[in-house]
């Protein structure tokens, strides 16, 4: 039986993830409904990709009998009402990075999804992605020997972007793009907690940071710096540094089609889509799709790969981050 998916928001990633989970073939994943703050948006949408069902609402759609699974593509500061209102419906989530403005709101929005007994995931799409895949199998069979450094960069040019900017969109780096870099570095040192954390970063006058370098150490005398950037195009790869070889992720590090172990490449094309797409490689959210599907079939209600410890350990490294840059949001004061 084929995964019914509800979109919730009729915006840029929602267009492009609905794009994505038609690279999958209809037997396995399906786009059922569509649900936006007006009807008209979703209406758009429903026509734009042939989906049956348009809602006005986002309530709608969680009274929906017939979906197996919610993607949440809208903005960062309405990730936990919209989380909450899908979860208390007994509804399993897909939900954006990040997956919640600070750590007290994932903290929510996993009780929830526990106490109603649902799946959730953060769509951290980069862990689902082939080459991802095989940097943890390098990683796992101790391809690069001990680990030593980990360095990863993510800048684009964004300031013509509102909600890249302004704070009551949950604008800023860190939670935009900075957090590609941070769950990449949790991924290499397989979740544990970084003894120290040093940032340093620059604010735009909304308040919320354009540029932040991050610096990290982990036990056993282990490294991770990362920079991000919502202002200048910075290279954009990732390197993983141990005491014998170094893997290393060309452009584009948040969404890999290429890798590089000990100066050895090899290619991992993402599908074309069958409409332009917003964001660069964005077929690959594929991957993750299948990865919820196949969590769906078996039960589970948090995947291996990108487990709820994950986003709690994200979450209360961007508050740290946030809190030695100087960005607080109105989330923060409540
Ligand atoms: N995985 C990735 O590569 C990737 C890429 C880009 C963004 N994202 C994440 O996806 C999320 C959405 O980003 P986007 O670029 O798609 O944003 P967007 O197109 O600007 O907005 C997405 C949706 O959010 C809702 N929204 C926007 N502004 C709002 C406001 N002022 N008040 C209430 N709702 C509002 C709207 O839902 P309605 O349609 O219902 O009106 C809109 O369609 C963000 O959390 C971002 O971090 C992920």
């Known amino acids: 039986m084929a995964t019914r998916w509800g979109i919730c928001g ?16 209809t037997e396995d994943h399906q786009v059922v409904a569509v649900a936006a703050r007006k009807l008209e948006s979703a209406q758009e949408f429903a026509r734009k990709h042939s989906i ?28 936990l009402s919209t989380c909450l209102l899908f979860t208390n419906a007994k509804k399993n989530v897909l939900c954006e990075k990040p997956l919640a403005m600070n750590s007290r709101e994932v903290q929510e929005i996993l009780a929830s999804a526990k106490k109603n007994d649902v799946f959730l995931m953060e769509a951290v799409w980069t862990r689902f992605f082939p080459a991802s895949v095989e940097i943890r199998r390098l990683l796992a069979q101790g391809e690069v020997g001990d680990l030593k450094m980990v360095r990863a960069e993510f800048g684009v040019p964004l300031m013509h972007v509102p909600r890249a900017t302004q704070k009551e969109l949950g604008g800023g780096a860190i939670l935009d793009i900075g957090i590609y870099c941070l769950q990449f570095i949790c991924m290499v040192y397989d979740g544990e907690k970084p003894e120290c954390i040093q940032a340093t970063g620059i604010c735009l006058d909304t308040g919320v940071d354009e540029t ?28 993983i540094v141990g005491t014998k070889g170094t893997i290393k992720v060309p452009a584009h590090m ?14 991992y094309p993402v599908p074309e889509p069958y409409l332009p797409l917003n964001f660069l490689n964005s077929t690959g959210m594929r991957y993750e799709a299948e990865e919820v599907r196949q969590c769906l079939l078996k039960g589970l209600k948090e995947s ?17 981050i946030r809190k030695q840059v100087g960005v607080v949001y109105s989330q923060d004061r409540q």
Request: include cysteine.
């Open 10 to 25: 009729a915006g840029r990633i929602s267009h492009d993830f609905t794009v994505a989970l038609k690279t999958l073939p």
């Open 52 to 79: 049956s069902q348009a809602y006005g609402s986002y309530e709608e759609l969680a009274r929906d009998p017939n979906i197996d699974v919610v993607y949440i593509g809208v903005i960062h500061p309405f990730h």
């Open 212 to 239: 932040v370098v991050v610096t990290l150490k982990f036990s056993k005398n282990r490294m991770a710096v990362f920079s991000c950037s919502s202002v200048v195009q910075l290279p954009n790869d990732a390197i």
């Open 254 to 267: 948040w969404c890999p089609t290429s890798l590089e172990v000990h100066g050895k490449g090899t290619q």
């Open 304 to 320: 291996a790969v990108m487990p709820h410890a994950d986003s709690r350990l994200l979450a209360e490294l961007e508050d740290e």
